[in-house]
């Protein structure tokens, strides 16, 4: 492009400017490998390895820590885990880019008359959007999307508005996606696609699926029950850990799962949270300790198991050499790749689900199944997707701490929450996002390491680029919510 234009200003100079130098001009910058409009084929595989990838990356570089299955050693790395304001602006322009050609194939969709198309579409966009607000509260949302005609700094909207609103909000959006499909079900054209090649009730089921995340998310705002046992009765939902929204990322870059890729000095200081470790082992759990983590360095050379080979780490500034001889390393095979279930880009999964459907149970959101049934299917389904047998996961149900308290509604969230937190290692911001709903489990605010007044945020900061170019709209939300200051204290709705 560059070049051409030096040539266009070389002969504006050497012929007087003749009268069609506006025409070579333009011909001359007119890029033949261009297309007038975008391929959809190439748009929905991108925007899938995106919306995957992305989740996947910052679960892997950040996600954890905020977590807490994960805790860096040295001050170096660990300044954002030890919930520093940050922004993450990297993901929110990669989920507005999202959200973006999401739309744009959603409007290919009506005019090709392709309803799964369409659903795709809309579930895509309603996912970047539901991660925006949920990450960062109120969003430049309704008229975020409308470049095209001429409007670049759009006001922001309320994060009940994003959820709600009937045009583009997530969740009558996702309902609208389920329609078309539940009306189309041999709808069957998805050029495009790597996550179902092309299958519409594999579709319908991961909306469903993102339905009950989203409704349960706002449950404490309004009534979700109706909605709730619709999706339930509707029958269209994952039966195993099989039909999970998982992505199989290549080995090589740019998408391949970050720890494959990684340093070996940026391995060497991601450890094990002592919480996560607690949790283990409170719950006898030697089979998914050992699939994610390496025994301490004290206990490398041991043979067989036992808790005390491992470790975590709590939230430190800078760890002592006995803090990381005890604590546990990452499994080496998220390295070497020789565990694909470890290096996936999850979503959303069976597991999840069935966690869902058992808090929805336990508060009487739904009257189809029992909270104890969706509870062991949840843990069935979150060894499953590890690739460990039924075998061990039924024995692991029979742990004392894990059978569920029916009894208690309080005891039994506890335990819904933290094996939903279990079963989302590596799943983007999940753990976090529950926590701040539900309280469980009772993260650590990590003491004086703490660099958010020893709290727990609510949410990232803005962008530095709106604070900039969407200044005017950046000051008015901060000016009308934070008291003129913006902080991550701010609870935008739920």
Partial sequence: MKKNILNYIAAVVLLGGVSSCQKDFTRMNKNPNNLETPDPTTLLSNTIVSEFYNNANLAWTLGNGYNQYMSFSTDYYNTPTRYLAVSNQPYWTALYEAARDANTLYQTGIADKNPLLQAASLTLRSYAFAQLTELWGDIPFSK????????????????????????????????????LLSANPSANQLAGDLLFKSNAMSWRKFINALRLRYLLRVSGKMDVSGELQSIVSSGALMQSASESAVLNLPTTIPYNFPSL?????????????????????????????????????????????????????PIVINANSSQTST?????????????????????MTYAEQEFILAEAAMKGYITTGTALTYYNNGIMGAFAQLGLSSATAANYLLHPNVILNVASTSTAMQQ???????????????????????????????????????????????????????????????????????????????
């Avoid at 991601?270 to 025994?295: E, P």
């Avoid at 604590?327 to 979503?347: C, E, R």
């Avoid at 660099?451 to 901060?478: C, H, L, W």
């Fill in 416 to 494: 819904i929450i933290t094996q939903k937190w279990l079963a989302n290692i590596n799943n983007g911001f999940e753990g976090w996002l529950e926590y701040r709903r539900t309280g469980y489990p009772a993260l650590q605010t990590g003491g004086t390491a703490n660099m958010n007044n020893g709290k727990i945020p609510n949410r990232f900061i803005y962008p530095t680029d709106e604070t900039q170019i969407n200044s005017t709209n950046y000051t008015a939300e901060v000016n009308a919510n934070m008291g003129g200051k913006e902080n991550t204290d701010y609870k935008a709705w739920w």
């Fill in 144 to 179: 975020a999307l409308n470049g095209a005609n001429g409007i670049f700094t759009a006001p922001y909207d309320k994060q009940q508005t994003v959820y709600t609103d009937p045009t583009l909000g997530v969740l009558p959006s996702l309902k609208r996606a389920d329609s």
């Fill in 261 to 313: 890729t990684e340093r070996t000095g940026d391995f060497q200081v991601k450890y094990m949270n002592s919480l996560l470790y607690n949790s283990f082992v409170s719950t006898g759990d030697s089979s998914r300790i050992q699939a994610y983590f390496a025994k301490n360095a004290n206990s490398a050379s041991t043979t067989g198991f036992d808790f005390s080979y491992y470790g975590g780490l």
């Fill in 327 to 347: 604590s546990s390393d990452f499994n080496p095979a998220f390295v070497s790749g020789t565990n694909g279930n470890l290096t996936i880009a999850k979503v």
